[in-house]
């Protein structure tokens, strides 16, 4: 699955609703530490309605300071 903001195939569920009841999942990306709920509103799982300044797309995170 793709991650809503670096865009890599690293995504996955890593959550469901315990009740069954599939009211919300998680999802994660293993790639930029990104998550997010099914349920969020679009400005989070719309790419195009999000704020670009929160966009990954074409970052070298291996070039990004670790904060300590």
Do not use: H
């Amino acid at each position: 699955m793709n991650c809503l903001r670096c865009g890599d195939d690293t995504a996955s569920k890593v959550a469901s609703a315990p009740d069954g009841s599939g009211a919300w999942e998680v999802y994660y990306c293993e790639k930029c530490c990104y998550s997010w709920r099914n349920t969020e509103e679009d400005i989070v799982t719309d790419v195009t309605k999000r704020d670009p300044r929160f966009q990954l797309d074409k970052t070298d995170l291996s070039k990004i300071p670790e904060l300590k």
